[in-house]
């Protein structure tokens, strides 16, 4: 059994459990919160751990152990909007985008040889990120059905258009990196674009209490940048290293890697 958690020794659940100011705390805080197996839970055990969490910060001692209440926490906050409290699109959630994402990825990588096929999982990338991106924007940001559309459209087309172009115009090695950089290309418009009410109006800025003291635009802006930067950064070990694992292969046993139908076409 793990230590009770009582008046003293209460933790704050809108906290980490670890330390934030060390690089390893901030992997270990992810880590949980982006854990696919989140996905899973039902409705039920999501509104269990909103209930626990929600009665032990009114101060009620629900006889938990520390080790359960950091368990509730991280459900919760796997679901849970930080800013409106609204239970999240299960598609939407950092715990779905994993397992989501790499399904989109495989297809990017593997249906690249006609130009429908492109399109397709082009579209199927910008819809994924679309909803994302919709789902954890800040606060209870408004945005309109014309301007999801417009943002949807313009990235699914400036996606396709960079992979179509890419793989015609590019030498060969390039064009199979064609879906990597579509996906850059779209990321840097959609999450702009997605977000854009949140650079427009500023986003809240929290002292450390909890308590908003104001919005900023300048913050909102460094945010998108990051989130920009993140996603590309996160696109490079599964988008590109395969790749060059293959050409190697390709170039290293090219009998056995065109027995084993490797060798993609341009």
């Keep these: 059994m793990g230590e009770t958690s009582n008046s003293a020794n209460r933790i704050n659940l809108k906290n980490a459990e670890f330390d934030q100011e060390t690089y390893s705390g901030r992997v270990f805080h992810f880590c949980k919160l982006t854990d696919p197996r989140n996905a899973l839970l039902t409705d039920s055990q999501l509104q269990n751990a909103k209930d626990v969490v929600t009665r ?19 459900e919760h906050d796997s679901a849970f909007h930080p ?44 819809s994924v990120n679309a909803v994302v991106n919709f789902t954890n924007r800040s606060g209870d940001a408004a945005i309109s059905t014309t301007e999801l559309s417009r943002n949807f459209l313009g990235a699914t087309t400036l996606a396709s258009g960079t992979a179509l172009g890419i793989k015609k115009f590019a030498p060969k090695s390039m064009a199979r990196l064609s879906p990597f950089f579509a996906v850059c290309a779209a990321n840097v418009l959609n999450t702009s674009l997605m977000r854009s009410n949140e650079i427009k109006n ?15 635009s300048i913050a909102a802006q460094r945010a998108v940048g990051q989130v920009i930067v993140q996603r590309i950064s996160c696109a490079i070990p599964a988008m590109v290293l395969p790749l060059l694992g293959m050409i190697f292969l390709e170039k290293r046993f090219p009998a056995l890697a065109k027995s084993k139908g490797w060798i993609l076409k341009k």
Excluded: C
């Design 56 to 74: 032990h910060q009114n101060g009620e001692d629900l006889g938990l152990t520390n080790e359960q209440l950091w368990k509730a926490k991280y």
């Design 83 to 126: 800013d409106t409290g609204e239970k999240m699109f299960l598609p939407g959630r950092m715990s779905f985008w994993v397992p989501g994402n790499m399904l989109i990825t495989g297809a990017m990588l593997a249906y690249q040889s006609t130009p429908q096929q492109v399109i397709f999982w082009q579209l199927a990338n910008q």
């Design 202 to 216: 500023g986003i809240p800025v929290l002292d450390e209490n909890g308590n908003e003291l104001g919005k900023s």
